[in-house]
């Protein structure tokens, strides 16, 4: 078999596994030892973020060009491309370009503890 039709074979199946491995972390608990939700939620208010995403806990503005942020811990993938778990997410928080190139989400100038409490409250948007 040559490389070319083997690496053509086994592209789709490094892909499915990379996706199962992605939905599997999905479920791993989502635990910020010393992360305050209710300091998130304020910094959500304070840094503006419902500008641009729909946040619950924050009546106006309501964005709508990045996504809802309703049932955010619920949802198995950051932005549609990450894993959502902890570390990543505070890495997104703090600069989303850095993880995904081309992110439409700029760098918010958090500092690791402020995305910390962010994550924190995005982990309360479940969607019960």
């Known amino acids: 078999m040559r ?3 083997r690496l053509a074979t086994m592209v789709p199946l ?3 596994a990379l996706l199962a ?3 599997e972390k999905a479920d791993q608990p989502r635990v910020l030892a010393g992360a305050d939700a ?3 939620l304020a910094l959500v208010r304070a840094n503006g973020c419902a500008a641009c995403h729909a946040v619950p806990g924050v009546a106006w503005p309501r964005g709508e060009v990045g996504g809802p942020l309703a049932g955010f811990a619920d949802r198995p993938l950051i932005a549609g491309r990450l894993p959502n778990q902890p570390r990543t997410l ?3 928080l ?3 370009p850095a993880l995904s190139p081309g ?7 958090l500092s690791e503890a402020q995305a910390r409490d962010v994550a924190a409250y995005l982990y309360t948007l479940d969607g019960r």
């Open 3 to 5: 490389w070319t039709t």
């Open 14 to 16: 490094l892909a499915l």
């Open 21 to 23: 491995g992605c939905a």
């Open 38 to 40: 209710g300091r998130g």
């Open 90 to 92: 505070v890495a997104w």
């Open 94 to 96: 703090r600069d989303p």
């Open 103 to 109: 992110a439409a989400m700029p760098a918010t100038g």
